[in-house]
């Protein structure tokens, strides 16, 4: 009995430590975005002669937050690390242990015109993501455990280095993405919030626990489906066939089986969770009137950082899968639009036509091409607006099956905390040079930052193409000895880009349009194309392994490494710009102006009325002159 007890606390021990940790990245997070976004007014801190300690006054209720252990970084970036305390008149303390108590002092000083349900949905999707960082942080010690054991057995040197040991590239690949799915986007104040999933549905289907999540083949008349696909592919079903061989044979004999003619039909993926709680309701008319078969075979798949981008789990690769899951996740449905369909396969074919003739460029960029698309589609309205629950992209997988030494490693993985030390795991390759670690570390950097950098800008500048590099999105190909070699690009669905610029140097792109649903090429403005980059790559990447290097391996300044590299991908670059003027107005948007990004805090708090609110960052990289 006594031992029985004696576990019961453990457990509650371990639960109350986890549980504290999720309220304090909360608190983080809310902290970070209210500053940066300007809803809380940051010259209004009083700071302690140390740096370490501020003060902010709320004067509408004669209140006082101090906060013991905040850091200046640059970019508008204000990091909490201690705890916060509320000092009420007559100097009476309280420490504000969770977001919500944190979020009930500052609501009447914040700078923001909330809907009337804004403060409550926030506060309900931060606490949602509080217990999802609870159950994924207690998963992740297990695993930790289990990886530890592992990595010893291999005679690795890191979690890294045992992958590469001990399984195919592409597993080996999927595997950093899953472990670097753990914080998920770095400011955002709901970052794990997926309401109406019960935490056994979480753990079983989310990449931050190693899921393995099967999908339903189904069957789609191909009377009613529009499908958008690079010029190679010539048929949808030969290339599923050829992609997916004993699938397509599973799937082919499931239809004869039933006196149907295969030839009348497509085969279209759903998610698991997908088909039980939504299409088999939603969709039950096209069921019943045999537009839709949902008896199809099952392909047991990982779930990508992304949570519905699924690869085959096989030995050998095959293609991943991008579907739409009616999950609210992050606060937004997960659907997957027309918009998505038509411009994937499009952007693909297009940014593969420049590499084909820019041998430069190619050897330091990679692309996951989007070869095929398929999307409900009524084939007497036209309508696809229903399909953006019923629709599906194939990516390649080739980028990852490499037979050429190099490691794809996911961008957020990196930043994540290696199971073997509490480091995060781009330490382990900056480990596998030698020398003194700043001096490695700052050496790693300025080639990281070369090589995110220069193809980036040059798809940009010269083409009008904007990545959306941010840390799922970018993967980085590194050699063993640990250095960056190539930029890995994936997701071109929602991609932007400036006609102008591209149809000057002879190409061509089919722009997508829709009542409803935002444009991504645009003609006369680049404005929009432009803070795609700063926000994805810059914000959202560079600064954050800027700040990670400065924090686990104290380089000086990294912020002027960004700058320098920023600099000659630009000198590089000005020969083959339309213009001087142009030229020098993108240098200064990059290198000295503020930099745009999204504004996710007052987007929520908003609740989506624009989904493109925009603030401004002081440029670091101005401030690195």
Same mark, same amino acid.
């Not at 990245?25 to 140390?50: G, P, Q, T």
């Not at 690390?81 to 000083?109: M, Y």
């Not at 074919?349 to 091409?369: C, G, H, N, P, R």
């Given at each position: ?39 809380? @007014? ?83 999707? /931060? ?33 890294? @280095? ?99 003619? /295969? ?269 795609? /980059? ?83 960052? @002081? ?7």
């Amino acid at each position: 009995m006594t031992d029985i007890v004696f576990e019961r606390d453990q457990d509650t021990s371990a639960d109350r430590r986890l549980r504290e940790a999720a309220a304090q990245n909360a608190i983080r997070r809310l902290v970070r975005c209210a500053f940066a976004e300007k809803l809380l @007014d940051a010259k209004a801190l009083l700071w302690a002669e140390s740096g370490d300690q501020a003060w902010l006054p709320l004067w509408a209720t004669r209140r006082v937050l101090h906060f013991t252990s905040l850091r200046q970084a640059p970019a508008d970036t204000l990091l909490n690390r201690g705890v916060i305390e509320v000092i009420e008149e007559g100097g009476v303390r309280r420490r504000l242990d969770d977001p919500a108590s944190l979020l009930k002092e500052i609501a009447p000083a914040l700078n923001v015109a909330s809907a009337p349900d804004g403060f409550e949905v926030l506060l309900r999707d /931060v606490e949602d993501s509080m217990k999802n960082d609870v159950l994924a942080r207690g998963y992740r010690e297990e695993w930790s455990v289990e990886l530890r054991y592992a990595i010893a057995a291999t005679g690795a040197t890191g979690f890294i @280095d045992h992958l590469e040991k001990s399984l195919p590239t592409h597993l080996a690949a999927m595997a950093l993405d899953q472990w670097g799915s753990l914080e998920g986007h770095p400011f955002y104040p709901t970052w794990k919030a997926k309401p109406g999933l019960s935490a056994e549905e979480i753990s079983a289907l989310s990449p931050e626990f190693g899921a393995r999540v099967p999908l339903r083949i189904a069957a789609l008349r191909k009377d009613w489906a529009y499908v958008e696909a690079m010029p190679h592919v010539t048929d949808y079903s030969e290339w599923f066939a050829s992609a997916f061989s004993d699938l397509w044979e599973r799937w082919s004999d499931r239809l004869i089986d039933r006196g149907r003619t /295969v030839g009348d039909w497509l085969p279209l993926p759903i998610h698991e969770w997908h088909l039980e709680n939504f299409v088999r309701r939603e969709f039950a008319s096209q069921i019943a009137s045999g537009i839709l078969d949902v008896d199809g075979p099952d392909i047991v798949t990982i779930p990508a950082m992304s949570f519905r981008t699924m690869l085959p789990d096989t030995p050998e690769p095959q293609p991943f899968i991008k579907l739409p899951v009616a999950i609210w996740m992050t606060s937004e449905q997960r659907t997957l639009q027309a918009k998505s369909i038509h411009m994937g396969p499009r952007l693909s074919t297009l940014i593969s036509d420049i590499l084909a003739s820019e041998d430069l460029l190619k050897a330091s960029l990679e692309i996951f091409t989007e070869e095929l698309g398929a999307i409900l589609h009524d084939p007497e309205t036209g309508d696809e607006h229903p399909g953006r629950f019923l629709s599906v992209v194939y990516r390649e997988v080739n980028a990852l099956a490499r037979q050429d030494g190099l490691t794809p490693v996911t961008v957020a993985a990196l930043l994540a905390e290696s199971p073997v030390v509490q480091r995060p795991l781009v330490c382990e390759l900056i480990a596998r040079n030698s020398g003194v670690e700043k001096e490695r570390a700052s050496a790693f950097f300025r080639a990281y930052a070369r090589t995110v950098i220069r193809p980036t800008l040059a798809m940009y500048l010269l083409y009008g193409i904007a990545f959306e590099a941010h840390q799922q999105n970018s993967t980085i190909l590194f050699d063993r000895s640990g250095n960056p070699r190539k930029l890995l690009i994936r997701d071109f669905g929602d991609g932007r880009s400036f006609a102008p610029l591209f149809e000057e140097r002879g190409y061509r792109l089919a722009p997508f349009s829709r009542k409803g649903i935002l444009p991504t090429t645009f003609n006369d403005d680049i404005s929009l194309v432009r803070s795609f /980059v700063i926000d994805a790559c810059f914000v959202c990447h560079l600064h954050e392994m800027a700040l990670c290097l400065v924090e686990h391996c104290t380089i000086d300044d990294p912020w002027q490494i960004l700058r320098e590299e920023t600099q000659a991908a630009f000198d590089v670059l000005r020969p083959r710009m339309l213009s001087d003027v142009f030229w020098k107005e993108e240098r200064q948007a990059f290198l000295e102006k503020p930099w745009p990004t999204r504004s996710v805090l007052r987007m929520h708090l908003e609740r989506y009325r624009d989904y493109r609110v925009e603030h401004q960052l @002081d440029n670091p990289l101005a401030a690195a002159k």
